[in-house]
């Protein structure tokens, strides 16, 4: 599967406070294939802790920029988006769910140099963003949890963001097996049914039922092209060996009679 270019996405850490979310955050991001991290307004992160959580992400850490404030960070990019679970009336009007954003994000021309870059922005790990924070930002994001628990770690809603975006910008091609069509699964299942005919495996009436039975278990197990060949191969093995056997069992004749 070749590679989306993601290089247009920034996650943007506005004054986080722990090394180790930090970290966690790289890690977060380069399993989804996001490559460009910025710090705004963080203090100096003990490196040991970084590197510990970020594991080889630590990458993205050394190499991203720092800028004083978050206003500072959001200077070069054409889009931001501030994810936030917090509602009021200094804040947005409207928050994006998280799916509809990358979505919404995902109609927009990729690299890193298109519209200035999209920039993914998250606050402090006790507060959030503030008000004035969230208002630098071009649209509000959020994440649908639990009312019970509606709080997520910094690393955890970088992962979700990062993966609904990825998710998007893969479409069909994540890697997933994709099941045999049923005009592919008929014609198996009728080669396979054709050569237990041929070793008078069941009668004619009864032919039907086994084609039927092996076209839905094939679909319920949505059997690949490949699996659907390698079950039909497998059929195809056990006739041929069953009728050398026959061949050898009429080649010797019948087993002469013992004397009595």
Known sequence: MKEPDLSSFAVVLCRAQEGGNVGSACRAMKTMGFGRLVLAGCPDFDEERVRAMAVHAFDLYE????????AAALASF??????????????????MSVADFAAFAGRRPAG?????????????ERTGLTDEELGLCSIAVHIPTSEAFPSLNLAQAVQIACYELRKGAVGERDGSASPAPR??????????????????????ASGRRLEDFLRDTAERAAYTPGELEYLEAIFRKAAGLARRGDAGERRRGPEPAGEG
């Open 63 to 70: 190499r991203a920029p720092r800028f004083p404030d978050l």
């Open 78 to 95: 054409g889009l931001s988006a501030g994810f936030t679970r917090r509602r009021g009336e200094r804040r947005k009007t409207f928050s």
């Open 112 to 124: 890193e140099a298109s519209a200035g870059g999209v920039a993914l922005v998250f606050g402090n």
């Open 183 to 204: 005009s592919a699964v008929d014609e198996a299942v009728s080669r396979m049914a054709a050569e237990l005919r041929s070793l008078g495996f069941f009668k004619v």
